[in-house]
């Protein structure tokens, strides 16, 4: 079966897409896309694959579900498309590496630029319906992605997986710490992000982690 995706990415993850369970995948998503609403457009599904190819990943930082608002997703993770208005989040996000970093707040929230640093934005859930927050939760796609991360924590060396929420660091239960650094904080939405997310200095500590191991540093 034939899956628009990276070929870097398509070599390591051929075998799920020959198991039935991604088949019922696609033909429930394509299904979708034509009677109803879904974002992110169909050819941005796989744009956090699109932008870092497997032998650059760096970093991989874990979202749960697309934005499901008008023109928000864009299929990186926690990122909009130019122009847009950017999420309570996002906002956090960026407060915080101003903290660390003293760099101030873009004006756009279009995170391709950090992910065509070696930044894997990766949600849990690759497509969701319009307005209908997790609505294409449990029907494959956590099970793409959980082969994702344990492809990547098992093949590479010395990446920085960022989980933020409970979420997130369940879903991170796969990685191997002793080979890569695991960074957990509580998550950055406007619930959460004042027990732990601010101040969990991450994006220096990744940068140093990946310093000390001969990588270039990430330009946040």
């Not at 934005?67 to 950017?86: I, R």
Request: aromatic share 12%; net charge neutral; hydrophobic share 40%.
């Amino acid at each position: 079966m034939d899956v628009k995706i990276a070929p870097s990415w398509k070599d390591h993850l051929q075998p799920e897409f020959e198991k039935p369970y991604f088949r019922e995948l696609v033909s429930f998503v394509k299904q979708e896309y034509k009677t109803t609403t879904v974002y992110p457009p169909g050819n941005l599904i796989f744009n956090a694959f699109d932008h870092c190819a497997f032998d650059e990943v760096k970093v991989v930082i874990l979202g749960q579900d697309p934005y499901h608002g008008p023109n928000q997703a864009n299929g990186l993770a926690f990122s909009v498309a130019d122009g847009v208005t950017k999420p309570p989040s996002l906002i956090n996000i960026f407060k915080e590496i101003e903290q660390e970093t003293g760099k101030p707040v873009p004006k756009s929230g279009n995170l391709e630029r950090w992910a065509d640093q070696g930044v894997l934005l990766l949600n849990a859930t690759l497509t969701v319906r319009a307005r209908q927050a997790g609505s294409h939760q449990k029907k494959g796609w956590e099970i793409f992605t959980d082969a994702v991360i344990k492809t990547l924590s098992e093949q590479k060396e010395h990446l920085v997986f960022m989980l933020w929420g409970a979420y997130a660091q369940k879903k991170g239960a796969v990685i191997d710490g002793k080979k890569h650094l695991v960074l957990q904080s509580a998550h950055p939405s406007p619930f959460a992000a004042d027990r732990g997310f601010f101040g969990n200095r991450h994006f220096v500590q990744a940068n140093e982690y990946l310093r000390q191991h001969g990588k270039a540093e990430i330009d946040w």
